[in-house]
Each structure stands twice: as C-alpha cells, then as structure tokens.
C-alpha cells in the first residue's frame, strides 16, 4: 500500500502534536490503574500484589519524558509535512 500525499500530510501533523505535546509537560502522572495496569506488566513486586481495591497505598507513576524526545517529534513531523507538500495531489 502506497501512502498519498493527504496520508503524509495527516500522520506528519499527527506526530508533530506529539511533539508539542511532550515540550509542553514537564511530566504525566498516570492514574490508579494505569499504575496497576505497568506494574503488572513490569513485575514489579510491590504494586503488582497490591490488589486494584486498595489502589489508595500504591503511590501513583509519574512519567518523565527526556526533552529531546519532544524535539525529534517535532523534527520528523515537520520533515513528514514537507514532504506531503512535495508530492503530487491524489488523482492528479
């Protein structure tokens, strides 16, 4: 399957909020049960025996994103979005 230039154009912009998004906080608390949810999945033995019941003593994940993963959204965004602009319209 062959990508259009509307196809690039969604995707480049898709990623470029991503980008923006992650420039824009600093960090992401997740909630009781998505903390539950990676504490299962990353055997970690404190939080996964902790059942979803009592969610209230496990403390809740922050997540911390380096800046630099923000910058590559950005960039890659920016490049896909050209592209689009560079290629010929679909059907045309």
């Given amino acids: 399957m062959e990508f259009n230039r509307n196809q690039f154009l969604m995707f480049g912009v898709i990623v470029l909020l991503f980008g923006v998004q992650f420039r824009t906080f600093e960090s992401f608390t997740l909630s009781e049960k998505a903390t539950h949810f990676i504490a299962t999945r990353m055997q970690d033995s404190t939080a996964a025996t ?39 319209k679909p059907g045309g």
């Avoid at 209230?56 to 890659?76: C, D, M």
């Fill in 50 to 88: 902790t059942p979803l019941v009592a969610v209230g003593t496990v403390p809740h994940k922050v997540l911390r994103p380096p800046q630099w993963l923000g910058w590559s959204f950005i960039s890659v965004g920016s490049v896909l979005i050209l592209h689009a602009f560079g290629m010929k």
